[in-house]
């Protein structure tokens, strides 16, 4: 018997008829599978959100506190803390590697795996029909969707290693908003169309974890290539936005449930407009400053 939480539950199942009122929820074949359930996601995320909480608390005592410390400057840090910080330093550093590398590799499965069965289904790239009463392309949903909690682990090497400047609010936004967004897709929309989303977004982690694994090995890249992981992040948006800008804008008709569309549509916009603004404050602004 799955552990729930009565008014939690409730309120995720509503959300869930909401997106795709047909598919009831004895017919969902992804319903028993691990992290499904709305009270053991919603468990998930509350937990992943008070971390990030926390964590911008402690990222604001933190900076005061170096604040403070810089006018005691004389006063050195014991022998004994240097140490203990400096080991788990070394720790944390060599653990980098390997949980990129198992990304790179994940994101390559999947990616593997979601081409193969929408080949399989004779996919083709956009508006393809949908079975909800079919597993193959929803057990990739699903790898996808829990990859979206090992992403988590970002936010955690973030904090440990105190890189306060990569915890910003497009980073907890993006983790926090995909982890809820693809719960819903597994839970109703795990089928037609969303492979493409599922193996863009993979190509993309690919080679935006291929370069921090290399980058983890101190290996010495261009800044342009740099760049290039956000601008080929923007142009994955855009490709996700088309099929909704062509339905709702020209009309066009689609099978694919139409509020998990705009879900996709108005949830890829929000994003495009953060990336697009990371990227002109971090690449365009200070080219514009050195001119």
Not at 75 to 85: C, D, L, T
Not at 240 to 267: D, E, N
Request: glycine fraction near 2%; hydrophobic fraction near 50%.
């Amino acid at each position: 018997m799955a552990f729930n939480i009565p008014f939690v539950h409730n309120l995720l199942e509503s959300i869930l008829k909401f997106f795709n009122p047909s598919l009831k929820p004895g017919r969902r074949v992804t319903r028993n599978w691990f992290l499904v359930n709305p009270t053991h996601f919603f468990i998930v995320l509350f937990v992943y959100t008070i971390f990030v909480v926390a964590s911008y608390l402690y990222k604001v005592y933190f900076a005061s506190k170096q604040k403070s410390d810089n006018t005691l400057s004389k006063i050195k840090p014991s022998s004994s803390s240097k140490y203990k910080n400096g080991r788990m330093e070394v720790i944390v550093e060599k653990m980098i590697p390997v949980y990129n590398l198992s990304q790179v590799l994940l994101s390559l499965f999947i990616t593997v795996l979601t081409i193969y069965e929408a080949r399989k289904r004779k996919f083709s790239l956009f508006y393809n029909y949908v079975d909800f009463s079919k597993a193959n392309i929803a057990l990739c949903c699903w790898l996808f969707y829990l990859n979206k909690m090992l992403d988590f682990m970002d936010t955690i090497l973030i904090v440990v290693r105190k890189k306060w400047n990569q915890f910003t609010f497009l980073h907890a936004y993006h983790h926090i908003s995909i982890f809820l967004v693809m719960w819903i897709n597994t839970s109703v929309g795990y089928d037609g169309d969303i492979y493409y989303i599922v193996t863009a977004n993979s190509v993309v982690h690919f080679i935006m974890y291929f370069y921090y694994f290399l980058t983890s090995l101190k290996v010495s890249i261009p800044v342009f290539i740099k760049a290039s992981v956000t601008y080929i992040q923007i142009v994955q948006f855009l490709s996700m936005m088309f099929p909704g800008f062509c339905v709702f804008f020209f009309k066009h008709s689609t099978p694919h449930p139409r509020r998990l569309l705009a879900l996709s549509f108005c949830y890829c916009v929000t994003l495009l407009v953060l990336f697009c603004q990371f990227a002109y404050n971090t690449y365009v602004r200070p080219k514009k400053k050195v001119a």
